[in-house]
């Protein structure tokens, strides 16, 4: 079944670690996404990456970073420069620009 | 700025039919679409706007009027599984969606 996969669902750290969250897809997506939900706000933009080894950033950039080393691969790394990491961030991919988004499951990350 | 404003949360009754309303302001148009989200879940794709009037699909349908930056997604013979956050977000000149914050909407037996 293609799909994408985020894991783990829940991560909880403590302030000052760094943490990477997995994202992976079999659905020969292109186009890969970062996002993070937050209560009462719209989905905000982290990173994405339209081609192997090329990333920009979104809205909300400083205090992570990403990689593209493989087409189904687009890891997270939450840095402890994230004033607020705690959230819920989700993975997307698509073909391309117009079309739609498919979202992985999420992680919901607590810092403490 | 660019902004999307969707109601925060709405309540319909189990069989009937509501209205989600979207209206946004953005540079430039490249699309609207319609997003469902259980509560803890991942948003699955419910419909795509890209030109003005009525899409249908099955017990949903969408509304889009680009001169009045309008958009509905109609919900006819509402179930309880219905009972979701439906995000509405637009494909903007650079073709980044941006997300309204979502509509909770709550079905009643």
């Known amino acids: 079944d293609g799909g994408i996969t985020q894991s783990p669902k829940y991560l909880f750290r403590k302030e000052g670690q760094n943490v990477t969250l997995s994202c992976e897809q079999n659905l020969n997506h292109d186009a890969m996404y970062w996002y993070r939900q937050d209560p009462g706000q719209g989905l905000r933009l982290i990173y994405y990456s339209q081609i192997v080894n090329d990333f920009q950033k979104g809205d909300i950039a400083e205090g992570y970073s990403v990689s593209r080393e493989k087409k189904e691969s687009f890891p997270l790394t939450v840095t402890s420069a994230q004033k607020n990491p705690t959230a819920f961030y989700l993975c997307?991919?698509?073909?391309?620009?117009?079309?739609?988004?498919?979202f992985g499951p999420g992680t919901r990350l607590t810092v403490t | 700025g660019q902004n999307i404003d969707q109601p925060t949360e709405m309540t319909a009754t189990e069989g009937a039919i509501v209205q989600i309303n979207c209206t946004y302001q953005t540079s430039g148009f490249n699309g609207l679409f319609w997003y469902q989200q259980h509560a803890g879940e991942a948003p699955t794709f419910l419909s795509y706007?890209?030109l003005d009037g009525l899409e249908e699909k099955g017990r949903f349908s969408s509304f889009l009027s680009r001169s009045k930056g309008y958009s509905y997604l109609l919900l006819k013979e509402l179930q309880m599984k219905d009972s979701a956050s439906y995000l509405c977000a637009v494909m903007d000149s650079n073709y980044q969606l941006i997300w309204g914050a979502g509509t909770k909407l709550i079905i009643k037996p």
């Open positions: 997307a991919s698509s073909t391309g620009d117009v079309n739609e988004q498919y």
């Open positions: 706007n890209v």
